[in-house]
């Protein structure tokens, strides 16, 4: 008999959840995401922090931000007992008391009691830092492949079908600049390979989306210089100069304006850790 496969094998109280795009609450393979915008907020915090007790400020912190309503606690419930009940829909044996279990009422809040048989989030911090951990170890080619699979959980922006409120917003940020994170240090272990010339036209995109983005443009320059295209590397330190300026009234940081210099001295080998990318 082949055994299950790990996000396969769940019991009745293990949910898989997808953030990292397109957002879904599966409980034993039967979704429990609600389709109406507020309590779909509700379900995600929940999944988000599971195991936690969430207490109901930050909930209707959440649904309603400066707004609440003078009904809020009641229509909080409401969506409680919605999600109760298709937590129920989900089970075995429809138990009322099995979904109050799982989605718990506490002290001044509401705690999802599940485990988890996959989270794409969670999964996607443990092979960023399996690539961290190998790029420090200087094992750049398995850095880049835990990193390129870390950024291949991922099928759109954070929480991209959700109506966020504060609270949640504050999460997808913090999952965007992970993601950011992981896509430089899968480019940096890719530099380490010797992949400059073949990391042009990503780093292109990169800089064309994110024009103010030191990081990314110094690694461009340097791809560029490493390629035999110096004019190349010091047009992208022009625009960079140019977008700084115009947008915040300020030059490049000191390591880019040496990287410039060091460029225009047609220096033979630019240094990723000189200039800070190492």
Same mark, same amino acid.
């Given at each position: 008999?082949?055994? #299950? ?15 990292? +795009? ?14 109406? #915008?507020? #309590? ?14 969430? #207490? ?13 309503? !003078? =009904? *809020?606690?009641?229509?909080?419930? =409401? ?18 008391? $099995? &979904? ?14 599940? =485990? ?26 398995? $850095?880049?492949?835990?990193? *390129? ?25 913090? %999952?965007?600049?992970?993601? %950011? ?23 292109? %995109?990169?800089?064309?989306? @994110?024009? %103010? ?12 210089? !490493?390629?035999? &295209? ?8 022009? @625009? ?8 915040? +009234?300020?030059?490049?940081?000191? !390591? ?10 047609? =220096? ?11």
């Amino acid at each position: 008999m082949v055994p #299950p496969r790990m996000d396969e094998a769940i019991d009745d109280r293990s949910v898989c959840i997808r953030v990292l +795009g397109p957002t879904s609450v599966t409980l034993r393979g039967r979704s429990i995401t609600p389709t109406a #915008p507020k #309590p779909r907020q509700l379900l995600l915090l929940l999944a988000l922090r599971r195991g936690q007790v969430v #207490p109901v400020s930050t909930l209707m912190e959440e649904i309603w931000g400066d707004d609440i309503p !003078r =009904t *809020g606690t009641t229509t909080l419930q =409401t969506y409680v007992v919605q999600l109760r009940r298709l937590i129920a829909d989900s089970l075995p044996v429809q138990s009322q008391r $099995a &979904a109050k279990e799982l989605l718990a009422t506490r002290l001044n809040g509401y705690q999802l009691m599940a =485990t988890s048989s996959s989270f794409d989030l969670r999964e996607f911090e443990r092979l960023a830092a399996d690539g961290d951990t190998a790029l420090n170890l200087g094992d750049a080619a398995g $850095a880049s492949r835990y990193l *390129g699979q870390a950024l291949d959980l991922w099928r759109g922006p954070a929480l991209m079908d959700v109506s966020v409120g504060r609270v949640l917003a504050i999460e997808a940020i913090g %999952m965007e600049e992970a993601r %950011m994170r992981v896509l430089e240090r899968r480019i940096l272990a890719d530099f380490h390979l010797g992949k400059h010339a073949a990391l042009i036209p990503e780093l292109r %995109m990169l800089v064309e989306q @994110n024009p %103010m983005h030191e990081n990314f443009c110094a690694l461009l320059m340097i791809a560029f210089q !490493r390629s035999g &295209a110096a004019w190349r590397a010091l047009e992208v330190f022009r @625009n960079l100069r140019k977008n700084l300026v115009e947008e915040f +009234g300020v030059e490049p940081s000191g !390591r880019l304006q040496e990287l410039h210099q060091a460029v225009l001295a047609n =220096t033979p080998e630019l240094s990723l850790r000189e200039y800070g990318l190492a």
